[in-house]
């Protein structure tokens, strides 16, 4: 990604550590977190120092690096972080395999981040075909390079159209409650992408006056029937992209992709604590009494999705894939 016209990845292992462009401090500040012990990896995670499923899934590559001397310990602490986002799983497993068979395991990790780098370009090659000039272009929730380690799935196609001089504008959602859509906004200014953010409640309006006519966004887990979980708000947006004869697509590689379950109803979904919603940049918004709810993410059914965009091509039904 770019920040300041440098090229910049959202994460990287140096000096025996991870380092992190802290996503807690952002738009407002660009500051650096480090984990140099499995611990400190999995706070990165738990507490979203670094999200979006392709990269906790790099995090976690690199956390069993710090935590290879004790590797069941380090997947069991790795596997609790975050429930829902399939990459964790699919990492860990991945560098299990890899270092038991006698690989280094940092060589493993560099090897699996520059792949899922890698399926995240191609992902912009192929989604962008999808994009047409003067296109208006919803996204929900943070799903370019900063979720992904760099590309992104639903943005790397706008970084591949906007670099090949294609004119859009994007509608990116604020994503309550983590604001997410203030991290979407922040790559896209870095990035030179017409864009606004509107109110998670606004996108309705928008696809019914006839300004959305596209809607591409992430996933933290794909399931075998084509369900698939994201940041709570996606199935909404992709309920009124349906009404309003929108089509809408989900970007995600392979490992985003989870065959051993069959239906979006046995998807595990994270909850996470009242002060996401009560608090907003330290301040409270909420008073004490208040009861609150806060699922981090909701399932959208299969019937929704016009199709996924992957980096092997975009089909409309999974079996298409042949992953099975």
Not at 10 to 16: D, N, R, T, V, Y
Not at 31 to 53: P, Q
Not at 181 to 204: C, F, K, M, R, S
Request: net charge neutral; aromatic share 10%; with cysteine.
């Amino acid at each position: 990604m770019k920040i300041e016209g440098k090229d910049v990845r959202a994460m990287w292992f140096e000096k025996g550590a991870i380092k992190f462009i802290d996503q807690r401090k952002l738009p407002y500040k660009l500051e650096y977190y480090t984990a140099r012990t499995v611990d400190e990896c999995a706070f990165a995670i738990k507490d979203m120092v670094i999200r979006g499923a392709p990269a906790i899934g790099a995090a976690a590559a690199y956390g069993m690096v710090l935590g290879k001397d004790k590797l069941k310990d380090t997947a069991d602490t790795l596997r609790k972080t975050r429930p829902t986002a399939y990459d964790l799983f699919y990492a860990i497993d991945h560098m299990l395999k890899q270092i038991k068979s006698g690989k280094d395991a940092l060589k493993a990790a560099d090897e699996y981040v520059e792949e899922i780098i890698d399926r995240c370009r191609r992902i912009g090659e192929i989604g962008e075909t999808l994009i047409k000039d003067n296109m208006r272009i919803l996204t929900h929730c943070n799903a370019g390079a900063l979720a992904t380690v760099d590309y992104g799935t639903a943005l790397a196609p706008f970084y591949i159209a906007h670099r090949k001089g294609k004119k859009f504008f994007v509608y990116a959602d604020e994503t309550r409650p983590r604001c997410q859509g203030l991290l979407t906004d922040w790559e896209l200014t870095q990035e030179g992408i017409p864009h606004a953010v509107i109110a998670d409640n606004a996108a309705g309006h928008f696809m019914k006056i006839g300004e959305i006519d596209m809607v591409i966004t992430g996933a933290d887990r794909i399931v075998r029937n084509g369900d698939f979980a994201n940041k709570i708000g996606t199935y909404e947006k992709a309920v009124c992209a349906k009404e309003n004869n929108i089509p809408f697509y989900v970007a995600a590689p392979i490992s985003t992709f989870d065959m051993t379950i069959k239906s979006g109803n046995d998807i595990t979904i994270e909850e996470r604590s009242r002060d996401e919603l009560a608090f907003i940049n330290n301040a409270k918004v909420m008073p004490d009494y208040t009861q609150v709810r806060n699922p981090a993410f909701d399932v959208t059914p299969a019937k929704y999705v016009a199709g996924y965009i992957t980096e092997e091509k975009i089909v409309e039904k999974i079996e298409d894939l042949g992953i099975y």
